[in-house]
């Protein structure tokens, strides 16, 4: 029964394996077939397992994989209530983008590259939901930060695309280095990489260790999740295709961070300063990134920095030991984000290739389906009252708020700000992109929108908006079926909840009085110099690039020019001159002159015959 | 023997080391032939001695062997020098450097 | 097994196989097709019987077969051969690479054929040797004959510098070997004063009881010599020359198996013969090792010419397997010894693609390659996937040696293994830049260039074969040899003062 488990993130991987041996043998729309068809196979299993996946739920130990003396890391798998339903939003929603990308690849020559990297992908990131220890875990991991380098550069041909996946490659693996640093002290200490048995023991952990561990998992979650201070890459990520964003920057890879702050919250609620380290860094990047979001030009620039927003907000969530909130939000986040990307993908087209939404306008007129699916997103996005997004965002605020302490309300003021900054470059997007006169002409040879493109955005569309059914606010089904792994919210007063409620449903009507009273209409104004400083995020890549990239470039010369030729070959090189010229110098005693070889021949005689002479003396 | 043996091996010595300075101090290939040939007469000459001081023919023999030896010697020497003139036009051995370190 | 019984020295079979492959292939050099056909038999005959000799792998610590016959016993030295767990998979390995490296050459036309591949089997003989003698004489002698043959392949059949490159190996090696010889001779005579008894035997002369200083010396002495093989940093800076201009099979075995020669030496004679300083010496080794890892990486990313980037890569792999043998951890030391195997493959895989670039785009130079994915696919995708190999990507060969090399440096010393894992970044930006600059980017020119032919990919697919079941499944090599690395760590706690 449990290999049935093992087909969840086997189906997807077959699904690369054949279109890569099928290679250019297959018809055209082969590649995009078979990815989407085994993607959806998968998810059907994910669901169909779900029930069986409550109280200790599904594990399935397939084989050994490494192993050495006290160390043991099989390929193992578990559905348990907080992976169950992270497989099946994967799952899903991956099937859904496959089925956008069958069409927006439809005539792209390296859809087979393409497919089989985007299966590859999917099949990494299951490995990390459904991995029941931490090695495994780790392949996944490091699985989805290649496939995303190679999809993030996938139009190789510009260096600049390359250039993104290099960046995104290397600093996740700044990333990696401290889970994998992390993984190796858990190894150490308690002897096991077990997800479960590291939860189990995490309170005979000494509370230094603890923080020390909580840390190091943060920064390894913060560069997979692009979280401060590990973020500059996302941004740049927009580089890939559009299907790329929505899967992997939206819904699966940003999220992983989160989720295994979520998966290993027993280990790291031992440490309340690692908790609370872990919460702020999910508020401080919500707040910068909303920030950057609301000055960027580029339209999926704007919706990656939301996204770093909102994937802040799950940490924040995690950091206050609310896994549910965080799970929730994750979730309902994955549906509309993957929504709007897919939208923007269609927006791009609509406009010729036109990035810039302060080019853009006027397309409601045209496309009234997509402004309707566009606007569902948004107001998740922003929170709206009674949409999914409205119900998640609050879970999350409510418990920050009652997890009490000086610190925590501060970073509830933090995530309130944000969620305002964030309703107001929603409907920034929204107004700039839709309403108003059309700011560029319209493309000569518009490209007929696939069929397929535009039907994955309506379930999405919907699973958004009524996501909040599935975790209403006192006692929500997701907290109740989490039980078994995670601590239950603490329960909060009506007055609390209500309350809050109107605070949040305040901050979005703000947010859309100032985005309507700004951009309604209005054509861009000047770029001050503050919007240019966050547009550029404040920096971030020109800090990188001087404290890290530049002297690691110079250090790298110096040791090939400097340390490696000077110095030890140069020590070398003058060793042996030394001996050359020792060499030389005994030479002139050869230097030809019969003259220098008879003197030389009569001293040493004279030298033998003294010695003799000294040998036998006997006075 | 009338004569004591210290005084013929001082007189060796004294002809050895003329012949000895002769082939040191001489820039002319033939001084330091004759050098030479001074100095292989002057071992002779201890050989013969002793071989006479102590009644034994090997000393005798050996010196026999040295001028045979010391006859080879001189004739490639010689032929040697009449290269080295025919050549350089002059005997000095300063002139043959060619075999260099 | 009626195997285990015979008397037929199989070991010895093995040991001088090759050199019928080199007497033949200089015979045949006259006829280059007959030629290049007859080496690549003998390649694969050996490869055959070394085959065969897995079944004598038993999974303990002890010997599987030996040898012993009298060779000069006036001086005390015997004709001994033994084949462990340990030995036996680099036998493997120097087997299987040497049918990579005469089926690597095959492609292009050599001046001197027959001698070229003669003197590839006489190093493949040498190299055997080394790993199977047991007597020390023996093995010094073997060791010296691993030397001349590749100072010779460098010399004549290398690319441009290669003059300097042959001499700057052939010194740094001798070098190291004088010492080791010296340290050796004093060795013996130490022995023979204590037990009236001279001999080379590798066996009996551990334990010998030696003063401290002298001890510490003579350790000093063998260790050089190995660990300019392995190489250590700062004794590396032959390793970018030779390597660089070595043709290509020459690199193959290079770092493939000439590094790793360093490597045994530590392990089955250096250590086991020399318990107490090999003991004290190990942080120094890893704090090597550490600099090596991060330097190698440092100079691999700033090189210009493609082939020396991975060179310089091969510094930084090996500085990681010493600091991870310098722990004496069951994780570290297996994880050495499966990093050898690993490495062998992996960049001897990238050696033999580099060749085929190379051959294809006329230059190794970043300012004349790039965009190589558009032009010749399936070329492009072995190269990445080896690249991927190399840079530690979990599922392929590389990950799981370095996992294990990392497991045993963190247990012993957390920071040297929390330093250690450090290199993963500087591994990851090397690699990168060679991929960006060969595979990605726009086409230098749009010229048809020739994808892989039957032969490269014939070449190619056992190596990713290799990498990918070495990646998922690892446990069955280890098998072979973790017997044989039980007894280190307890010979050297043991002996520690």
């Known amino acids: ?619 | 023997m009338s004569v004591p043996l210290e005084h013929v091996l001082l007189l060796s010595v004294a002809i050895f080391a003329i012949g000895l300075a002769c082939a040191l101090f001489r820039r002319k290939f033939l001084f330091i032939l004759l050098g030479v040939e001074i100095m292989l007469n002057a071992a002779g000459l201890a050989l013969v001695a002793g071989s006479a001081v102590w009644r034994n023919p090997e000393g005798q023999v050996f010196w026999m062997l040295l001028a045979a030896i010391a006859a080879a010697e001189v004739a490639v020497g010689l032929s040697l020098l009449i290269h080295l003139h025919r050549r350089r036009h002059s005997g000095d051995v300063d002139e043959l450097r060619s075999l260099r370190g | 097994m009626a195997l285990d019984e015979s008397t037929f020295p199989w070991l010895s079979l093995v040991l001088f196989l090759p050199l019928i492959g080199a007497a033949g292939s200089a015979l045949l050099s006259r006829w280059p097709s007959a030629c290049r056909a007859f080496a690549l038999t003998a390649a694969l005959v050996e490869l055959g019987v070394v085959a065969g000799l897995f079944g004598f792998s038993r999974g303990d610590g002890g010997w599987l077969r030996m040898e012993d016959f009298d060779w000069i016993p006036a001086l005390g030295i015997r004709y001994t051969l033994g084949l462990d767990g340990l030995s036996l998979v680099l036998v493997g390995l120097a087997a299987f690479l040497q049918v990579v490296a005469v089926l690597a050459s095959l492609g292009r036309e050599k001046s001197r054929a027959g001698l070229f591949y003669a003197l590839l089997f006489a190093m493949e003989s040498g190299i055997l040797g080394v790993f199977l003698a047991l007597d020390l004489a023996l093995f010094y002698f073997f060791w010296e004959v691993m030397l001349i043959p590749m100072f010779f392949l460098i010399g004549v059949w290398g690319h441009e510098r290669r003059r300097q490159a042959a001499i700057k190996f052939f010194l740094f090696t001798l070098i190291g070997s004088l010492l080791m010889l010296f340290s050796l001779v004093a060795l013996v005579i130490v022995h023979a004063k204590a037990t009236g008894q001279y001999t080379f035997s590798l066996l009996l002369l551990r334990g010998t009881e030696l003063p401290d200083g002298l001890s510490h010396a003579l350790y000093l002495a063998f260790l050089l010599a190995f660990i300019i093989k392995v190489p250590l940093a700062p004794l590396h800076t032959w390793l970018p020359d030779a390597h660089t201009e070595a043709p290509t099979a020459g690199s193959v075995i290079l770092a493939g198996l000439l590094l790793k020669t360093g490597v045994y030496g530590l392990l089955r004679i250096a250590m086991p013969l020399f318990p107490g300083p090999a003991a004290a010496s190990l942080p120094w080794l890893a704090a090597l090792g550490l600099v090596g890892l991060f330097y190698g990486a440092g100079l691999a990313f700033a090189q210009r010419d493609i082939k020396r980037l991975v060179a310089c890569s091969s510094v930084a792999h090996m500085g990681l397997l010493v600091v991870g043998l310098c722990s004496l951890d069951p994780a570290g030391l297996e994880g050495a010894v499966l990093q050898a195997v690993n490495h062998g493959i992996t960049t001897g895989a990238l050696f033999v693609m580099i060749g085929m670039i190379d051959a294809r785009a006329g230059s190794r130079d970043f300012e004349r390659l790039g965009g190589l994915w558009g032009r010749v696919p399936r070329l492009a995708a072995f190269f990445l996937f080896f690249n991927l190999a190399s840079m530690g990507v979990p599922g392929l060969n590389n990950f799981a040696g370095e996992l294990l090399l990392l497991i045993g440096a963190f247990r012993q010393n957390p920071l040297v293994g929390a330093a250690a894992v450090g290199g993963m970044v500087f591994a990851a930006a090397y690699t990168l830049r060679l991929l960006q600059g060969v595979l990605w980017g726009p086409p230098r020119d749009e010229a048809p260039m020739p994808d892989l032919t039957a032969r490269e990919t014939l070449v190619l697919l056992p190596l990713a074969l290799l990498a990918l079941i070495l990646g998922i499944q690892p446990g069955w090599l280890q098998e072979i040899f973790r017997g044989s690395l039980a007894a280190l760590p307890l010979l050297l706690s043991g002996g520690a003062p």
């Open chain 1, 1 to 619: 029964m449990d290999w049935v488990l093992a087909l969840i993130p086997l189906l997807p991987l077959l699904g690369s394996l054949a279109i890569v041996l099928g290679g250019r043998r297959l018809p055209a729309a082969a590649p995009g077939i078979i990815a989407t068809v085994s993607v959806a196979a998968s998810a059907a299993v994910a669901l169909l397992l779900l029930p069986h996946a409550a109280g200790e739920g599904i594990r399935s130990r397939l084989f050994v994989w490494l192993s050495s003396e006290g160390f043991a890391a099989p390929f193992g798998l578990v559905l348990d209530p907080l992976s169950a339903p992270m497989a099946a939003m994967v799952t899903v929603v991956s099937a859904l983008i496959h089925l956008y990308a069958a069409g927006y690849m439809r005539e792209d020559p390296g859809r087979v590259r393409f497919f089989a990297l985007f299966n590859l992908f999917v099949f990494a990131m299951l490995i990390i939901v459904l991995a029941d220890n931490l090695a495994l875990l780790f392949l996944g991991w490091e699985g989805v930060g290649f496939c995303s380098y190679a999809l993030i550069g996938f139009w190789f041909r510009e260096p600049k695309n390359a250039a993104a996946g290099q960046k995104a490659f290397l600093v996740t693996r700044v990333g990696d280095v401290f889970l994998l640093v992390a993984v190796l002290w858990l190894l150490s200490r308690l002897g096991t990489t077990d997800i479960v048995a590291i939860n189990a023991a995490a309170p005979s952990l000494p509370a230094a260790g603890a923080t020390a561990v909580g840390v190091l998992l943060l920064l390894g979650a913060a560069g997979k999740s692009a979280q401060l201070p590990l973020m500059t890459w996302l941004p740049d990520a927009m580089a890939g295709p559009t299907p790329v964003s929505a899967l992997i920057h939206a819904a699966t890879m940003v999220t992983a961070g989160a989720y295994l702050l979520c998966r290993l919250n027993p280990l790291l609620s031992q440490s309340p300063a690692a908790a609370a380290a872990v919460a702020a860094v999910g508020a401080l990047t919500a707040l910068y990134a909303a920030l950057c979001a609301l000055f960027q030009r580029e339209i999926k620039r704007v919706l990656a920095y939301s996204t770093m927003s909102q994937v802040g907000y799950m940490l924040l969530a995690a950091g206050a030991g609310a896994v549910g909130a965080s799970l929730f939000h994750l979730i309902v986040h994955a549906f509309f984000k993957a929504l709007l990307f897919m939208a923007a993908g269609v927006i791009i087209h609509r406009f010729g290739g036109e990035n810039d939404i302060t080019r853009m306008g006027g397309l409601r007129r045209e496309q009234r389906a997509l402004f309707y699916l566009f606007v569902a997103g948004a107001l998740c996005l922003a929170g709206a009252p009674l949409t999914g997004g409205f119900f998640s965002k609050d879970a999350i605020l409510l418990s920050v708020l009652e997890r009490g302490g000086g610190f925590y309300r501060l970073l509830f003021g933090v995530a309130i700000a944000t969620a305002l900054i964030t309703a107001v470059y929603t409907f920034r997007l929204l107004y700039l992109v839709f309403l108003g006169e059309r700011r560029s002409p319209p493309p000569a040879h518009p490209h007929a929108i696939g069929r397929s493109m535009m039907v994955p955005l309506w379930p999405l569309a919907a699973l958004g908006l009524l996501g909040g059914l599935g975790n209403l606010p006192g006692g929500g089904w997701l907290d109740g079926w989490l039980a078994p792994v995670a601590q239950p919210p603490p329960p909060a007063s009506h007055a609390a909840e209500w309350a809050l409620a109107a605070a949040a449903a305040l901050m979005v009507l703000a947010g859309w009085a100032l985005a309507h009273r700004r951009y309604r209409g209005a054509a861009a104004a000047a770029e001050t110099g503050l919007a240019r400083a966050f547009r550029l995020g404040l920096f971030a890549d020109e800090v990188v690039r001087a404290a890290l990239v530049r002297p690691f470039h110079a250090l790298a010369r110096f040791s090939r020019d400097w340390v490696d030729d000077r110095i030890i070959d140069g020590g070398l090189r003058g060793a042996a001159r030394g001996f050359g010229g020792i060499g030389a110098w005994l030479s002139r005693l050869a230097n030809g002159s019969l003259l220098r070889y008879r003197t030389a021949l009569g001293l040493g005689l004279l030298g033998l015959l003294a010695f003799a002479v000294a040998v036998v003396w006997r006075p």
